[in-house]
């Protein structure tokens, strides 16, 4: 009886979940005279009309670009950033590191509304206002503390044993973080520049301040949405919703354990 409650449970957890996601697709790929009508088909007549209507539209082409750039930026930006800082976690005893990573993590507790402003009038001063780089510094710093722990948790489930064999062998504290270390982390790395990478494309309230003739896809989709026709929105919204799915395909082999290749 459990075991049916909890897969009845999961089933309607999950098509909570799919059950709107479906249905954005079905708009996104109709046409016009399909997504104006009342209900919605489950299964339309598929139609590119609305994607290409989306793709087409003045401004869209540039914020994908945007975003893309953005998105990359800060992945790599937080992984290289991050990569020291939760090895260091992981690695090395010294009074409070407890209470360090609590303030690591408290960090995102404060609100960016606050900190709008000055951030607007540094990035001016810099000259990086409207720029992708200024919004891939504020995507990293948003980042950066769930990120450092993730990478911490990663490092500390890699055996110390197989760093000090790396050392014994010739390789430098250095090297063996290179060569032993990282190759049995990237499955958490990857996760990890995954989940900065996803978190970059879908912010919208840090972008929509630090770009004004630039903006990302989801500033752009959400500054039209009221005046946007339905096909827009669907489409929009499928775009995206999209990375997150097509990202986790991409590494789902990357993220199956954390292992990784062993030094021999």
């Not at 449970?9 to 005279?33: C, E, K, N, R, Y």
């Not at 690591?104 to 009038?121: G, M």
């Not at 301040?209 to 919204?237: N, S």
Request: with cysteine; charged share 10%.
């Amino acid at each position: 009886m459990r075991r049916v409650l909890a897969y009845g449970a999961a089933v309607l957890l999950a098509g909570w979940i799919l059950v709107p996601i479906w249905f954005v697709v079905v708009g996104a790929f109709s046409t016009a005279d399909s997504v104006y009508s009342y209900p919605l088909a489950a299964w339309p007549d598929w139609s590119l009309e609305s994607m290409r209507f989306f793709v087409t539209s003045a401004g869209v082409p540039q914020a994908l670009l945007s975003s893309v750039v953005v998105a990359l930026l800060t992945g790599v930006l937080t992984l290289l950033l991050a990569a020291p800082a939760g090895y260091a976690l992981a690695r090395f005893v010294f009074p409070g590191a407890s209470a360090y990573r609590l303030t690591v993590l408290a960090t995102r507790a404060f609100p960016v509304v606050v900190l709008s402003i000055p951030l607007a009038v540094f990035f001016l001063q810099w000259g990086i206002y409207d720029t992708v780089w200024g919004v891939a510094f504020m995507h990293t710093a948003l980042a950066l503390p769930f990120v450092v722990l993730m990478v911490a948790g990663v490092f500390a489930g890699v055996p110390v044993d197989i760093e000090e064999a790396a050392q014994i062998f010739g390789c430098s504290r250095v090297g063996a973080f290179r060569r032993a270390v990282v190759p049995n982390a990237a499955p958490g790395l990857a996760a990890a520049g995954t989940f900065a990478v996803l978190l970059s494309y879908n912010e919208v309230f840090a972008a929509s301040i630090l770009t004004l003739q630039e903006p990302t896809l989801p500033v752009f989709v959400l500054t039209g949405l009221t005046q946007a026709p339905l096909p827009f929105r669907y489409a929009g919204a499928l775009f995206l919703l999209a990375p997150a799915f097509l990202f986790i395909l991409l590494i789902r082999k990357r993220l199956i354990g954390v292992g990784g290749p062993t030094l021999r």
